[in-house]
């Protein structure tokens, strides 16, 4: 067995000329550990509602301006007027708006006289197309509208011509009667004197009366000559209208199957 030591006592040494005095002992201070930590909760809590409004007060800020070099900016006086902005990059230019031209009949493409790309005007002509029904078609209807033009012109000469002889017709039947009315006057004298057989006297009277019906018929067919040249002249008019139409047509349909650029079309073709 090991023997236990027993601990020296403590014995306080006090200085030469030190004397005790119970009145300076420090006076222990009541409730100084929970004025700690209730400030220490304070300041932590003071901190944490301090990050909390600098993190929304940084979230809510806008981005920095970006710094560029000065060499690669141009500082000058803000002027009104245009201002050109000239970018470069690699890719395909496209257009905004694209149009066809499509041709308004059927055929085959005999020569390509624009290609894609070129700068194109109202009336240009951007291809040639061959189609002998349509060629066909074309002749045919300026050979119907040069027939009736012809036959318009005919037309009016005739017309012109059975008015002419219609008025040296009422002319003479004019004449005829007025010769007739002057004999049968000069036989009203002659048959008072007793000059004239009576016969004669009135044969003389029929032949007035024949020769003015033959004048008012002769002057009615004059009139309606007249009236008439104008209706039968619209008639024919018409139909050289329409062959005309009809030819132009035709002509604008081969120029459409040529590829013309519509009047309206203008800018580049793609």
């Given amino acids: 067995m090991v023997p236990q030591r027993k601990p020296k006592q ?65 500082i000058d006086t803000v002027k009104r007027g245009p201002m050109t902005r000239q970018v470069r990059g690699l ?10 031209i499509p041709a308004n009949t059927e055929g085959s493409v005999e020569k390509i006289l624009i290609w894609p790309g070129t700068k194109v005007e109202p009336g240009d ?25 012809a036959a318009l012109t005919t037309m009016r000469a005739t017309l012109q011509r059975e008015l002419l002889e219609q008025e040296s017709k009422t002319t003479t039947a004019h004449s005829a009667y007025e010769q ?10 002659l048959a008072k004197n007793g000059l004239v057989a009576d016969l004669v006297y009135k044969t003389s009277k029929i032949k007035e009366e024949e020769c003015q019906k033959s004048d008012e018929i002769e002057q009615k067919r004059l009139a309606f000559a007249r ?4 209706p039968q002249l619209a008639s024919q008019q018409a139909a050289v209208d ?7 047509w035709s002509r ?12 309206n079309c203008r800018g580049r073709l793609r």
Wanted: aromatic residues 4%.
């Fill in 180 to 189: 007739a009315k002057m004999e049968r006057q000069t036989n009203d004298q």
């Fill in 252 to 263: 604008y349909a081969r120029r459409s199957s040529s590829g013309a650029g519509d009047r």
């Fill in 125 to 149: 002509v951007i291809l040639e197309l061959t189609s002998p029904e349509l060629e066909q078609s074309a002749h045919d209807a300026e050979s119907k509208a040069t027939a009736a033009e």
């Fill in 10 to 74: 403590e014995t306080i040494v006090r200085p030469a000329g030190f004397t005790s005095n119970l009145s300076s002992m420090d006076v222990p201070r009541v409730g100084i550990a929970a004025k700690k930590r209730k400030r220490r909760i304070i300041i932590i809590a003071a901190s944490a509602l301090g990050l909390i409004l600098a993190a929304i007060a940084i979230s809510r800020l806008k981005p920095a301006v970006p710094s560029v070099d000065r060499s690669t900016v141009w």
């Fill in 227 to 230: 009236d008439s040249i104008e």
């Fill in 91 to 100: 890719g395909t230019l496209v257009p905004e708006d694209i149009r066809w």
């Fill in 242 to 248: 329409h062959s005309q139409w009809h030819g132009e």
